[in-house]
């Protein structure tokens, strides 16, 4: 008898061992299988590149959500805040502006492309037909507006203190022979003020969104060749305790492959160029 109930024993023993291994590789299956979302904050409508990317992804089971933002100052506060996982939209001089004001903890992990910033107009065709008193719309945020003020230098319609970098202000304008008048503005809200000013500058993406071409519509251009383009390189960011996370990783080579290259010299002509 005793016998009879050790063999029994045994043999539920290996039953249950047996269901036991049968449950956890059917669990392992159910969460490799599993679609990891991913949300992505970019800013404006265009997201045709992100469209691509997105596709391309989910053949890998990740699921890539884009989320669209009005402004320049949300995309940061919604990454640290857990509302998105990723962001790009933005340059290195922007990211670490941003960062360092609001203290937030959050890293590039990849680049993506280079945008000129241009000069616009819908009644001159070229900066040397900038009269006296004009008025120049500026995007408002010290990035930018640090950023426009040296193209402007750079076009010769002003000159800057000597050593104010990447981020001069209004007030290291030491020379403004034309007597520009600058009319700072939302960077977004810049390409419908067209009309009340005589120029803008317009970052290259808010231009594409208003459906303008930087390379054929702007009467001035900056020059991407030059070394002092490198903080102006856009990216795409994480939190900084995701930096080595394998998924974001994974976004971000999908980015940076020959077809999304193609992709963007193909549809943006210049207008945005590839830097990977």
Known sequence: MKKILGLFLTIVLSLGVLAG??????????????????????????????????????????????VSFADYVR?????????????SFQHYAYLNK???????????IGETVLAPLGVYSSKIKSVKDI?????????????NEGRGLNLLQSAG?????????????????????????????VATQIPRSLQDVDAAIINSGVAIDA???????SI???????????????????KDKDKNNATYKKVVKAYQTDEIKKLIKDTYKGSEIPVF
Do not use: M, R
């Open 21 to 66: 291994c049968g449950s956890s590789n059917s669990a392992g299956q159910t969460s490799s299988n599993k679609k990891q979302v991913v949300k992505i904050g970019i800013t404006g409508d265009d997201h045709v590149i992100w469209d691509k990317v997105k596709q391309n992804l989910a053949k890998e089971n990740i699921d890539l959500q884009i």
């Open 211 to 217: 459906k303008l071409n930087p390379v054929k519509d």
């Open 75 to 87: 995309p940061n506060l919604a990454l640290s805040d857990g509302e998105i996982d990723l962001n």
């Open 157 to 185: 319609l002003i000159k800057l203190k000597d050593g104010v970098g990447l981020l001069p202000k209004l007030q290291d304008v030491t020379e403004n022979p034309k007597n520009i008048q600058f009319v700072e503005l």
């Open 98 to 108: 941003f960062k360092s004001e609001h203290k937030l903890k959050i890293s590039a």
């Open 220 to 238: 001035y251009l900056e020059d991407v060749s030059s070394k002092n383009a490198k903080p102006y390189i856009n990216v795409i960011v994480a």
């Open 131 to 143: 009269k006296e008193g004009a008025k120049i719309a500026i995007p408002n945020d010290a990035t």
